[in-house]
């Protein structure tokens, strides 16, 4: 196969075009735990692809630590907000841009969340849009992570996914809502409101 043919099957799957490695989730441990990769790695487990992660600019950075202090006001006790570290499913190790998770984070001593433990993921989007609303929605869906949001920076709203299917060769999420400057989006713990977020003060 040629390098252009390898190219589009990659693309045909939704493989980003860059620099990618096949492996387990008990391999990608195992490099972590030896140190060949460490925190200063710019990358990620994707479906068992791993993928270089995108620098971050001013609005992006911004946007991340805004999104995190909205959540973090609204969460009730039993839940915490964390931003831009790893979630483990059984293919994958995202570190999405903010996260909530259930439970306290000394729990998480020895090991990552769990979907059952994550309520919700978000992604803040720039030039990763393509790739968060493709494969970053697949993975989500695929481990059953009820909600998922992806602000977008480059259209000024920020797009809700909710009820996860799993079923079939395309996992995707049931239900797309947008919001834009001006309205709120609802958050839902456990299938209870909790507050709503206003999009105007997460925007950057």
Excluded at 27 to 34: G, T
Excluded at 75 to 90: F, K, L, M, N, R
Excluded at 101 to 129: C, F, I, K, N
């Amino acid at each position: 196969m040629t390098v252009d043919q390898q190219r589009a099957t990659r693309n045909s799957l939704g493989v980003p075009d860059s620099p990618i490695w096949r492996l387990s989730i008990a391999q990608y441990h195992q490099m972590v735990r030896s140190g060949i990769l460490t925190d200063d790695d710019p990358v990620e487990l994707l479906e068992g692809w791993l993928v270089t992660t995108m620098p971050k600019n001013p609005p992006h950075r911004l946007t991340t630590q805004l999104l995190r202090e909205a959540l973090a006001q609204l969460v009730p006790v039993g839940w915490y907000v964390d931003a831009q570290e790893p979630i483990t499913t059984s293919d994958s190790e995202p570190e999405p841009d903010v996260v909530i998770v259930r439970g306290d984070r000394r729990q998480y001593r020895d090991r990552h969340p769990g979907p059952t433990e994550v309520a919700l993921v978000v992604e803040v989007s720039d030039s990763t849009l393509q790739r968060d609303r493709t494969m970053k929605q697949r993975l989500y869906a695929a481990a059953g992570i009820v909600a998922y949001w992806i602000v977008n920076l480059g259209e000024g709203q920020v797009e809700v996914y909710e009820e996860p299917i799993r079923s079939g060769d395309a996992p995707c999420y049931a239900r797309r809502a947008d919001y834009r400057r001006g309205e709120s989006v609802p958050l839902t713990l456990d299938g209870q409101a909790v507050g709503v977020v206003a999009v105007e003060a997460v925007l950057a």
